[in-house]
């Protein structure tokens, strides 16, 4: 890779940007006709989420609309990505459309726009109506449907007003995470159940893309896929295939699909389920995936993966490595992830290597020259706090978003054709099943008086989008 001097300048036009999530920030659970998702209901079972904590209030941004607006313009933010609260504006998650929800989210986009913001909304972020999923959620096939009536009213009244679109993010998370291991909402634990919602989440991008492009003239339409550079920590046969079918399961089941209309081979291998017309997939269904390729592609990336066959497990802790073969981060898979016990890491145990985000990007580049790629998320976990003086100062943060900007670089100088980059997150918030414990900010508030304070990060972050570089520390 090539070396570069400082700052790092990127491309003219290039998107600068923050990200948040509905659920996470907004609050006002029962307020202004919304109705309860999946995860307010989640969060209110004993021992779901840490500490018991809840999005009831978050971080009130519902309150806080114009205060928050205004710090994003103080950023300098060029792109504000958000997501819609589907029951906030079909409390039931279809039926009777809340004109109040929609009220709310006609004056976040114009706030936006009277700011010379982007506003790019993703449609679905992991909140799903909990009617939806009295009825059977993402399992049912009629979800899929319903998520396409979504988007179309979504389309119908903000298509004047918004150019580019984000269908879904992180369908890996909220299929393995809330339906195979039960760690996120709605907390099953069941592998046919997770297989199941992993198509329908694809047949649903394939409906909100569809519903989008009749209701509004020539959207520029994406998707968020969380993924990780998947090393093999063993020179070995048998860790080099188990680092492809981790690739496989984290990153190919989804975009191979939207990108070309089939699953990875070695997925179709291990399970019938990945076959078309034998398990979950019915005739005709990888067809309707392909013919809603998205636009562009949004690549959520915090750290790479290290991982090693079960076989090469026992080596590898000789040199110290640390991975349980019993605790797999996905299911049906003939590998072990595993970690570096002396390797830095933040405090939700990411290891801290910069250079995966510039592999990653050249990665899927290369695998699909022609596809546009953003980063939507990308950020450090920190707990943060106010010194004695008031003032939030994140060093360690700044640290990593520089060495990941600047990977990110060198990614572009490689030939890598990234558009934007959007920072997680702009505000601390509810970091789910976490709660408010972890903080992602750059933008510190203080939860039992929703006070905010900008970062040490933010003012760092201000200065790389005014310069369209990135270079030193904290100014």
Do not use: C
């Given at each position: 890779m090539p070396e570069f001097s400082t700052p790092t300048h990127f491309p003219e036009g290039f998107l600068w940007g923050v990200s948040t999530a509905a659920y996470q920030i907004e609050g006002a659970a029962?307020?202004?006709?919304?109705?309860?998702?999946?995860?307010?209901?989640?969060?209110?079972?004993?021992g779901r989420v840490r500490h018991g904590d809840t999005g009831d209030v978050a971080t009130d941004h519902y309150h806080r609309l114009n205060e928050d607006l205004d710090l994003l313009s103080a950023l300098g933010?060029?792109?504000?990505?958000?997501?819609?609260?589907?029951?906030?504006?079909?409390?039931?998650?279809?039926?009777?459309?809340?004109?109040?929800?929609?009220?709310?989210?006609?004056?976040?986009?114009?706030?936006?726009?009277?700011?010379?913001?982007?506003?790019?909304?993703?449609?679905?972020?992991w909140d799903l109506p909990q009617g939806l999923e009295d009825e059977g959620g993402w399992e049912s096939r009629s979800t899929v449907e319903a998520f396409g009536e979504f988007a179309a009213i979504m389309g119908a009244?903000?298509?004047?007003?918004?150019?580019?679109?984000?269908?879904?993010?992180?369908?890996?998370?909220?299929?393995?995470?809330?339906?195979?291991?039960?760690?996120?909402?709605p907390g099953k634990a069941s592998v046919d159940s997770a297989a199941r919602v992993h198509h329908?989440?694809?047949?649903?991008?394939?409906?909100?893309?569809?519903?989008?492009?009749s209701t509004v003239t020539n959207p520029s339409i994406g998707i968020a896929l969380n993924m990780s550079e998947i090393y093999p920590a063993a020179d070995t046969e048998a860790t080099r295939g188990?680092?492809?079918?981790?690739?496989?399961?984290?990153?190919?089941s989804f975009l191979a699909p939207l990108m070309g209309g089939k699953y990875p081979t070695g997925l179709a291998e291990y399970s019938a389920q990945w076959v078309e017309g034998a398990g979950v997939v019915e005739d005709g269904d990888l067809a309707t995936i392909a013919a809603q390729r998205p636009d562009w592609l949004s690549i959520n990336e915090y750290h790479p993966r290290y991982v090693v066959a079960p076989?090469?497990?026992?080596?590898?802790?000789?040199?110290?490595?640390?991975?349980?073969?019993?605790?797999?981060?996905?299911?049906?898979?003939?590998f072990v992830d595993v970690t570096r016990g002396s390797a830095p890491k933040t405090i939700m145990g990411w290891i801290l290597e910069p250079q995966g985000l510039r592999d990653i990007l050249v990665r899927i580049s290369g695998l699909y020259p022609n596809l546009p790629l953003y980063i939507s998320e990308n950020g450090y976990a920190g707990a943060?706090?106010?010194?004695?003086?008031?003032a939030a100062n994140d060093p360690e943060r700044v640290d990593y978003l520089r060495d990941h900007i600047t990977a990110a670089g060198e990614a572009i100088a490689a030939g890598v054709d990234l558009r934007g980059y959007f920072l997680w997150s702009f505000l601390d918030n509810f970091e789910w099943a976490e709660g408010?414990?972890?903080?992602?900010?750059?933008?510190?508030v203080d939860y039992p008086t929703g006070l905010r304070t900008p970062k040490t990060s933010f003012a760092w972050y201000r200065g790389v989008i005014a310069s369209n570089a990135v270079s030193g520390g904290p100014s």
């Open positions: 029962a307020e202004g006709g919304r109705g309860p998702s999946i995860w307010d209901t989640f969060s209110h079972e004993p933010a060029k792109v504000y990505r958000f997501s819609f609260s589907w029951s906030r504006v079909l409390p039931a998650g279809r039926g009777d459309v809340n004109e109040e929800g929609l009220v709310f989210y006609d004056r976040l986009i114009e706030g936006l726009l009277d700011r010379g913001i982007i506003p790019i909304p993703t449609l679905y972020h009244r903000y298509g004047d007003r918004v150019s580019m679109w984000t269908t879904i993010n992180e369908p890996w998370v909220l299929t393995y995470l809330g339906y195979a291991l039960g760690l996120h909402a329908n989440i694809l047949l649903a991008h394939a409906s909100g893309a569809a519903a989008l492009r188990a680092a492809a079918l981790a690739f496989d399961q984290l990153v190919s076989e090469d497990l026992d080596a590898v802790r000789v040199d110290g490595w640390v991975g349980e073969a019993g605790t797999p981060f996905t299911i049906g898979q003939r943060d706090f106010l010194d004695q003086n008031g408010y414990m972890t903080r992602f900010g750059i933008v510190y």
